[in-house]
């Protein structure tokens, strides 16, 4: 049995596997941030002038507003003006077909475990692919049509249903909320857009895949799914990035409406590059992820799986107007290396008789930090609602952190609001209950770690649990506290 | 705008500096306290009084509290007693309690001490002397002790009075030491008592403060006491806090830890002052330390009273325990925002944090903010936060038994303040503290 | 003492109680057994006004006033005594404390001065030795802590304490072991008088062996299907209760 500093180390030099880079030509817009540079992506995007006249305010709420200061931890100096953003795969038009996509990309995406030909795709399963700022393919796009679901890139809906995203876009996110949200709105490139139609239960998976390539640029993508009265969806997203030596910035927002009845399920697994383990390079995920159950009854679910980015800063909130409505956050977070997750969740409770649920399991090795930081706020006129938030955390060695913050904020008094933290090492009596019936401690910590995180990774739709789970026992491997 | 333009202490808090910096006083302390007082209010200055935007402030807005004038009293006359007010006293006593009892008023004593004559081995002085004793000013006299902490920062430029207990090592005081803190006055004023408490090795001590009020002007007590408790000594304190309308308490309560000391604190807010601030920080600074620290908070009216901890585990092998109840009646608001940091060096940690709240009425806010943050790895840590209503079963029951709704509302709040109050030592104390609470509970008997 | 008529009940929206006729006299013991989810605990709960419940058709006279009409304190005060099913824990409130305050009230609402320190006691003492209740649980906070058996004592000592005219026992034998049931029926027993009377709930005959029924109802399905002496709780234990409920599915289809 390898003594604890080896496994440590072990843990430490473990080879991020999504590392290579794609040789492909790409149109890239030199570094820099101006009225110019948001004038160029507006233009070669085509769009209407209204949303160029929505960029260039969420410019103007992006100069004004500062970076953040309350975090426990040092933010590293970021120059907007260092970075490119717009990048995108050279090519004469839109793809009408898989046929026209550079096979270089296609061999990507296929490397990374995302096949973009329909036969050879995971069934049940749609996926839009999106490489650097733009969306590559989208799979059974048609066959969605027929049940009058539209899931295709941001692009193509502002194109196609103007309507539908001048309606809805900012509606939950405003440009003006955050500093990377207000840079997200004036610079965002693509992303995807999903509508399901009243009454609609969307009968397979839908899949955003993030590619991250070029170097010196970001990504700013940004996604919209509303899900119409009655209807009924579950939406994943998957990304990862080159290993390079500088950090890159990935600025997202993600905005979830769910009206009357309706549900939406949202799963992540990040795994973008998180830095060498000196804490070299990595992926600063500075994410907003906000939903809203506008209508009675409807039902928001967030379930996160974070093991990649050197920081990570995100918190999916939902706000839940509507009476009845309900609101879940399922969350595992591992650090390792010099990695940090800032992560956990908002419940904003308006409405009678609202629920939330948040699970948070953070698992810190080497020189990690996790933090959870929630808000669960009850409005005044949040009758009966109620909350139920349980965090803990597992710290395996002893050079990193785990730290818990929530907020409570009660204005109601029928409301009860329950929060549970704790705090644990892993349990080396475990590792020896297992090791004596004959379980090496690998395997014995890839057990506890998959059990610990058992309730979360339950959440996720069946065809990635399987997945997390091996990403999990990937990222801590071999690690004995 | 400046604060000085918009804060009236604020410029008040410039001119009183300005006069005590040069007062005879002062010119008798020590240089190094002088410094220290220079670099307090320079700290001061640069910070102000603390807004929303600060993440320690951020649910207790002091804008409306600090909208009023207040004069500094205490930096030309130190030690100037006001005679206190016989009915205020008898209000602070304790019934039975067999205790040594010194009243302050407006943070200055006048040397006398009831309940006997003190034992061998224990020392009570008053900080306007203590601070131009060279033997004793080294416990002001630290550089920069205050960090970013406003108020700390402004009392330990300003301060001029208080109360100085030290407790020899190996002696036990058997009776515990009653301190009554009388604030009275008729015209609003700015009182910042400076105490320090030192519990030698091998000592054992009680003090039970009790904070009343009188008077029709608006008071802003800011207090600072710092406690040192040395190696396998004990320090059980409590702090009963029922001053009335127009006070606004601000009391931070800084405590030293070294080997294998004990440290137990009460702290009980109830229905009355405007503003509450508790900063209570327990800095275990060796192995082998346990603390306790119980809160009860009864809010009422439209006061805010806010709790905020913090537990420093700096070394391994400590044990913190910390359980904070709040009663939110009336148009209320309570905030409690208790931190538990584990250094890297604190293996072996244990620290427990609770706070429950029980909100009656539907006017009344919580805001609650447990944190861990934790850089050691074998560790026992957890909090937990609870806000909600009466249990709908246990109500239920007693109903059932005949007991009517009122009153069986009133029983569960006792019962809820059970967890706290029991822990208390001093059945004289615990037993005060439980008729204070029914007093403010509505009972309603059929 | 008590007459039900046409009692229909439901909770959350679910028809629980449909049609129950009862009528108990002054000094009579009637056992109310049946299967699992046939309505016995829901009648004890409406009787005692649990608020979930909700009556939607039917009567309850109790002693010559609407029972229905009284919040759950005023039954118990009137003398409507619930011996629950689960006793509730509540930390910090005194056993002691608890009975004090409870005896005060339901004197008050008798035009009874509260009884003085000394006579409760003694009454406590009493009351404790009739139903072998140990003196140290008295003192301890209201059923924190106690074991199964412990709660259920507790309950037939705040019986003794508190006199009530009508006692609704809600399985209190659930989970007694048969010392624990002989003490509890004991007491019971002792407490028995010409002016009183009990709704004993149970599942099982156990029980009735030692507090001996003047009668037996048949709950199922919300409904008495069947009344009778002690005897017809003896052919229940022989032949369980699946003969009754195909004579009420018979009943139910002939109709």
Known sequence: MPNDNEIIDNIANKEYEFGFVTDIEMDILPAGLNESTIRYISEKKKEPEWLLNWRLKGYQSFQKQKLPEWQNFELPAIDFQKISYYAAPRNKKKY????????????????????????????????????????????????LKELGIIFCSFGEAVQEHPELVQKYVGSVVPHSDNIFAALNSAVFSDGSFVYIPKGVRCPMELSTYFRINTENTGQFERTLIIAD????????????????????????????????????????????????????????????????????????????????????????????????????????????????????????????????????????????????????????????????????????????????????????????????????????????????????????????????????????????????????????????? | MTQEQTIPLFEEVVNGWNKLSLSGGVKKESSDLRRARQSAFDKFRELGFPSIRNEEWKYTNLARFLKDEFTIEGWEVPGKTVVPDAALVKKAGITLLDCYQIVLVNGSWDGTIGGGTLPKGIQLLKVAEARQDPALSVYFEKQAAWGDQHFANLNAALFTDGLFIRVDAGVTVEKPIHVIHVYTSESNLLVQPRNVWVVNRNAELSVVESVVSGGTAKIWVNGLTEILVHQDARLHHTMIQTAGAGVRLVQQTTVHQHRQSLYNNFTITLPGADLVRNDLQARLEEEHTESHLYGLYLAAGHQLVDNHTLVDHQKPNCLSNELYKGVLLEQSTGVFNGKVYVHKDAQKTNAFQQNNNLVISKKATIDSKPQLEIFADDVKCSHGSTVGQFSEEALFYLRARGIGEESAKSLLINAFAFDVTEKIRIPEVEAHVNELISLHIPVNHA | ?????????????????????????????????????????????????????????????????????????????????????????????????????????????????????????RMSREKQKLVEFDAQLVNRSLNEGFSGGEKKRNEIFQLAMLEPALSILDETDSGLDIDALRIVSKGVNKLRSENNAFIIITHYQRLLEYIVPDFVHVLYDGRIVKSGTKELALELEEKGYDWLKEESREKATTI
């Open chain 1, 96 to 143: 009408n077909s898989l046929d026209e996509v550079d096979p270089e990309l296609l061999a990507t995406f296929a490397k990374l475990g995302i096949p973009l030909s329909e036969q050879k795709a995971l069934t049940g399963v749609a996926v839009d692919a999106v490489f650097d700022s733009i969306s590559i393919a989208t799979t059974y796009k048609d066959k």
């Open chain 1, 229 to 481: 009265e009655g209807s009924y969806v579950s939406y994943l997203e998957g990304c990862t990035a080159p290993m390079r030596d500088e950090n890159q910035l990935h600025a997202a927002v993600v905005e979830l409406i769910a009206l009357e009845n309706a549900e939406i399920k949202y799963s992540t697994v990040q795994n973008w590059y998180p830095g060498d383990k000196d804490g070299k390079g990595g992926i600063y995920n500075f994410v907003t992820k906000r939903g809203i159950c506008k209508g009675a009854n409807a039902k928001i679910s967030w379930t996160q799986v974070e093991t990649g980015s050197a920081i990570t800063w995100k918190y999916p909130s939902v706000i839940l107007q509507g009476d009845n409505s309900t609101g879940e956050f399922y969350s595992v977070a591992v650090t390792r290396n010099r990695q940090i997750a800032d992560t956990g969740t908002k419940m904003h409770h308006i409405g009678r008789n609202t629920r939330s649920r948040i699970i948070s399991k953070g698992i810190s090795a080497g020189e990690g930090n996790n933090s959870y930081r929630g808000l669960v706020q009850i409005g005044p006129k949040a009758d009966l609602a109620r909350n139920f938030t349980q965090c803990d955390s597992l710290l395996i060695g002893d050079r990193c952190g785990a730290h818990t913050f929530p907020y409570i904020e009660s204005k109601n008094n029928t409301a009860t609001v329950e929060h549970e933290a704790t705090t644990s090492k892993i349990g080396e009596d475990q590792i020896f209950y297992l090791n004596q019936r004959g379980i090496d401690s690998e395997k014995a910590v890839a057990l506890i770690i998959n059990g610990y995180a058992k309730e979360v990774l339950n959440q996720l739709p069946m065809e990635f649990a399987v997945e997390a789970q091996k990403l999990l026992s990937i990222t801590l491997e071999g690690s004995v506290g």
């Open chain 3, 1 to 121: 003492m008590l007459t039900i008529k046409n009692l229909h009940a439901e909770v959350e929206e679910k028809q629980i109680l449909k049609g129950i006729n009862l009528t108990v006299n002054a000094g009579e013991v009637h056992a109310i057994m049946g299967p699992n989810g046939s309505g016995k605990s829901s009648l004890a709960s409406v009787l005692a006004g649990r608020e979930n419940y909700r009556v939607t058709q039917g009567e309850v006279i109790f002693k010559g006033e609407n029972l229905l009409d009284m919040s759950p304190e005023v039954r118990a005060r009137e003398g409507v005594f619930l011996a629950f099913q689960y006793p509730i824990e509540i930390p910090g409130v005194s056993n002691i404390n608890f009975l004090k305050t409870a005896l005060s009230e339901i004197r008050a609402h008798k035009n009874l001065p509260p009884l003085d320190a000394k006579e409760f006691l």
